[in-house]
């Protein structure tokens, strides 16, 4: 069997990163990369594992993860045993955090690709963040510094769609999809 890939959707807090993974993944047939976390999990992320910080400890001194991180107090983890289906043959589809990128394309190389959700109208977004966040004020003092990364960074992304929040968005990704699987 031929190597997989990786989809990674990236993007600012609220840019539809959950929704175009779910969305995708359902339209495609595709395979989720699960993300084992320490935060809260939310509902429209059905394959979150969620532990606590103890064990998500336990799970790096097992090597467990092939990439993790953390971001404000809470860890987020990908799993290797998820690896192990990309690497034999499994298009696998997830969003993560966008310091991560050097990171993932260091372990994937052509493996990886990235679809990155901009916002095409930063406030209105903000505006969303405000009403769906718990903790939309750390949130907003990061927002400038992502969006600023994505548009600074743009030679790392292989494709890149700014949400308009219509199907308009959902046409672009799914051109994108039928061209990464070759449909």
């Known amino acids: 069997m031929g190597e997989g890939k ?16 779910n969305y995708l993944t359902q339209k495609y047939n595709l395979y989720q990369l699960k993300r084992v976390i320490t935060r809260k999990k939310r509902e429209e992320n059905e394959t979150d594992i969620n532990i606590n910080k ?37 298009y696998t589809i997830g969003d993560c955090y966008y310091k991560l990128l050097d990171n993932l394309r260091s372990i994937l190389k052509e493996q990886l690709i990235t679809i990155c959700i ?3 109208d930063i406030e209105k977004t903000k505006q969303i963040i405000k009403m769906e966040r718990e903790d939309y004020e750390q949130r907003l003092l990061d927002i400038d510094e992502e969006y600023k990364f994505y548009e600074q960074n743009k030679e790392k992304i292989d494709y890149i ?18 061209k990464i699987l070759n449909i």
Do not use: H, P, W
């Open 6 to 21: 990786l989809i990674v959707i990236l993007g600012i807090t609220a840019s539809g990163k959950t929704y175009y993974k």
């Open 54 to 90: 103890n064990e998500f400890r336990d799970m790096i001194n097992d090597n467990k993860f092939f990439i993790y991180t953390k971001i404000y107090e809470n860890y987020y983890g990908y799993l290797n045993s998820d690896l192990e289906k990309i690497n034999n043959g499994t």
């Open 118 to 120: 901009q916002s095409n």
């Open 161 to 178: 769609i700014y949400n308009d929040y219509s199907k308009n968005t959902d046409i672009e990704i799914c051109k994108i999809m039928d």
